[in-house]
C-alpha cells in the first residue's frame, strides 16, 4: 500500500524566494497534518485539515506560511518569501478520522534556506 | 513550563539491557498516550497507544502511563540494534497530537 508521498524529499533554495511543498495523504484518509521538525524545538504540527477544511491553523509561524488542500487528494505547504530559519524537516500525516485514529506520515521534506 | 517534557538523550544501553524511556506532562486534559519510533531520516512511525493508566504490553514493548503522576514510560526489554532510533512520546488533547523532542537512543551490540 502506497504511504503519504511527499516532494521534493530534498530542497535547497536561497531566502526570498518562494518554496512549495507537496503532500498525497493515504487514499480514503480525510485528516491531513502539516508538520514541522527541528532540533530545537521538535515535532511542531502547523495545520490540520479535515475534509479538506483547514481546521487548526493555530501554528502556522506567520504570514509568510500557507497551506491548502483542493482535494483530498492534494496537500500544498507554502513558504514565501523563505528565510534561513525556515529550514527543517516538513513532515505531511494523514489519518482516518482525525488525530484520535493513528496518524501516519510521508517520509519528509528536507528543507535548506540558504 | 511545556506541556510535554522528554529528556533528549542520546541513549546508549549495551544490547540484551531493558531500556526505560519517560516523558512529563503538564496538561491533565490529556487523553491518549502514544510512543512513535522515527529512524534517521524517515518519519515517525507510531509503536504504542494506550488511554488509560496501567500497563500495556506488545511484544519486547510495554507503555506505562501514570495520570496521577502526569508520567508515561515505554520500556524495551531484550533490546536489539534495530531499536537504535529516536523515540517519541506524544499526547492527545483536542483532537491534536503533542509530541515530545523525543529521545535518542543508541543499542551498542
Known amino acids: 500500500d502506497a504511504g503519504v508521498i511527499q516532494s521534493p524529499r530534498h530542497e535547497v533554495t536561497e531566502m526570498g524566494q518562494e518554496v512549495t511543498l507537496r503532500c498525497k495523504p493515504i487514499?480514503?484518509?480525510?485528516?491531513l497534518f502539516w508538520y514541522r521538525q527541528t532540533m530545537m524545538r521538535g515535532l511542531e504540527l502547523l495545520i490540520y485539515?479535515?475534509?479538506?477544511?483547514?481546521?487548526?491553523d493555530s501554528g502556522m509561524p506567520e504570514d509568510r506560511f500557507s497551506a491548502k488542500m483542493p482535494n483530498a487528494s492534494f496537500s500544498t505547504l507554502k513558504i514565501q518569501p523563505s528565510e534561513p530559519r525556515d529550514s527543517a524537516v516538513y513532515f505531511c500525516?494523514?489519518?482516518?478520522?482525525?488525530?484520535?485514529?493513528?496518524?501516519?506520515f510521508g517520509e519528509g521534506s528536507w528543507l535548506t534556506v540558504v | 513550563q511545556k506541556e510535554v517534557e522528554q529528556d533528549p538523550g542520546p541513549l546508549s544501553v549495551p544490547e540484551g539491557a531493558i531500556v526505560s524511556l519517560n516523558c512529563t506532562y503538564s496538561?491533565?486534559?490529556?487523553?491518549?498516550f502514544m510512543w512513535y519510533r522515527q529512524y534517521s531520516r524517515k518519519g515517525p512511525e507510531l509503536l504504542m497507544y494506550?488511554?488509560?493508566?496501567g500497563n500495556k504490553e506488545d511484544g519486547r514493548f510495554t507503555a506505562q502511563v501514570d495520570k496521577s503522576s502526569k508520567y508515561i514510560s515505554l520500556f524495551i526489554r531484550d533490546s536489539q540494534p534495530s531499536d537504535s532510533a529516536t523515540y517519541l512520546c506524544?499526547?492527545?488533547?483536542?483532537?491534536?497530537?503533542?509530541f515530545g523532542k523525543g529521545t535518542r537512543l543508541h543499542i551498542l551490540p
Open positions: 500525516a494523514s489519518s482516518l478520522q482525525g488525530a484520535r485514529n493513528t496518524i501516519y
Open positions: 506524544a499526547m492527545n488533547r483536542d483532537d491534536k497530537i503533542i
Open positions: 485539515f479535515n475534509n479538506n477544511v483547514p481546521i487548526d
Open positions: 494506550t488511554y488509560s493508566s
Open positions: 487514499s480514503g484518509h480525510n485528516s
Open positions: 496538561n491533565s486534559a490529556f487523553q491518549y
